[in-house]
């Protein structure tokens, strides 16, 4: 039986491949990094598979972005080219979520990263992403939202137009069709 937040070694062996074949495809999201290497932190934190394949399942695509010398973990984010279809049609909030008297989406961003065990993006590292490629460039993404602006009632997201990244303002609780939230995990 697959505990709720474990992988079975088959599904896990399933993971590794696919994470594996991203990896070599798109080298240049991580050059200097070694396939090898990753394995070996993967291999060691397998309790960070199931959030990964959370990522993969919900349509996020995760691949490492980067490499964080101080910590020795490797970065994981969302790379599929659109907002994650899996996770769209979602608020930004919980509190977001409960103000909504109708019309109420299934879930919330936050909400969702957290059950799954990852984070959404900042500004930074969006902006960071948005270096290695093109992304939602027919979507956007909600990204973490700085308390003072959140405690006016507003929530941060980003996409791509015009070949520039744009970061706007909407009230916590919309919810549209075309935004969802991209997400990073530490391995």
């Keep these: 039986m697959e505990n709720k937040k474990q992988l079975l070694p088959e ?11 991203r990896f070599e495809k798109n080298s240049n999201r991580h050059a200097g990094i070694e ?7 993967l291999d060691a934190n397998v309790e960070k598979l199931w ?3 959370e990522m993969e399942r919900t349509g996020g695509e995760p691949d490492v972005v ?6 020795g973990e490797y970065l994981f984010y969302d790379c599929s080219a659109e907002s994650p279809k899996g996770r769209r049609s979602i ?42 490629g093109n992304f939602d460039t027919k979507t956007s993404s909600w990204i973490i939202t700085p308390p003072e ?5 507003g929530a941060l997201f980003c996409d791509r137009r015009y070949n520039t990244v744009f970061v706007y303002h909407n009230g916590a609780e919309s919810y549209y069709a075309a935004r969802g939230f991209r ?5």
């Design 11 to 21: 599904k896990q062996k399933e993971l590794i491949s696919t994470l594996k074949v």
């Design 35 to 41: 396939w090898a290497a990753v394995q070996i932190r």
């Design 51 to 53: 959030s990964l394949s």
């Design 66 to 71: 980067g490499f964080d010398k101080a910590t």
């Design 91 to 132: 608020c930004y909030d919980h509190e977001a979520l409960e103000s909504r008297k109708e019309n109420k989406p299934e879930n919330s961003a936050i909400e969702m990263a957290a059950d799954m065990g990852i984070e959404l993006l900042n500004e930074e590292q969006y902006r960071n992403l948005q270096q290695l």
């Design 149 to 153: 602006i959140r405690k006016l009632g």
């Design 183 to 187: 997400g990073c995990i530490r391995v």
